[in-house]
């Protein structure tokens, strides 16, 4: 059985204090993003922080993901990697990435991040014909109905080992609902179940944030 702890307004406020460190460009990046209409598009600094360990721990230097919005995860990643890493940054907005700009700009990183404005299908297809050299940590946190197509082309630019992380694979939890059969929610589940049985990977499904989906490429 899994067990989990309630999210108490309480511990919700203890999380807060003591779930990760930030720097003051990732502060006020959360800060700002969460007066935004679609606030909730961001990850959480707890999120933020598991990823960072992640990418140090690998050693990891190339970096892509696929949708940035105001910056979190593209400013997160760029400070968790050394002098040479390199954060690629998938996104349609060109209004909300102006915004991630300022982050990176004041955190100091930015010459770490290539930003690229596109279709992401299009914008990926175009990194597999131009042969990028292969990453070692991709994040997908994009349009949902897209995951599939999304993860597939990680896969091709990814290398042996390396990690793709898919984010929101709970949906707050309507995956788990026969009942709702929104195109979103049909989107992760059928994902969620090929990624369980798909023998190019390991996987682990962790109900962190709003559930972080982890799929190593075997060698």
């Known amino acids: 059985m899994i067990r989990t702890v309630p999210a108490s307004d309480a511990l919700v406020s203890y999380l807060s204090e003591v779930s990760a460190r930030e720097s003051r460009a990732q502060t006020l990046c959360r800060e700002d993003t969460a007066r935004l ?4 598009m961001q990850i959480g600094a ?14 990891a230097t190339r970096y892509l993901e696929i949708g ?18 390199r954060v690629v940054a998938i996104d349609a907005s060109e209004e909300y ?3 991630a700009k300022r982050y990176w700009k004041m955190a100091g990183v930015e010459e770490k991040i290539d930003l690229r404005l596109g279709v992401a299908l299009d914008v990926l297809e175009a990194m597999i014909t131009s042969r990028e050299p ?3 940590f991709i994040f997908i946190d994009a349009d949902k109905v897209n995951y599939d197509a999304y993860y597939e082309r990680a896969l091709t630019l990814l290398r042996p080992g390396g990690l793709v992380a898919l984010d929101n694979m709970l949906w707050s939890g309507t995956v788990a609902d026969a009942a709702s059969r929104d195109s979103n929610t049909i989107a992760l589940r059928t994902l969620s179940k090929k990624i369980y049985e798909d023998g190019r990977v390991e996987m682990a499904l962790a109900a962190l944030g709003d559930g972080l989906m982890l799929a190593r490429k075997n060698n």
């Open 68 to 85: 940035t919005f105001t910056g979190y995860s593209a400013l997160t990643a760029a400070q968790a990697l050394p002098e040479n890493g």
């Open 134 to 136: 292969l990453f070692d």
């Open 37 to 40: 209409p679609n606030a909730g």
């Open 46 to 59: 707890d999120q933020g922080a598991v990823m960072a360990i992640i990418l140090r721990l690998m050693g």
């Open 97 to 99: 990435t102006n915004l």
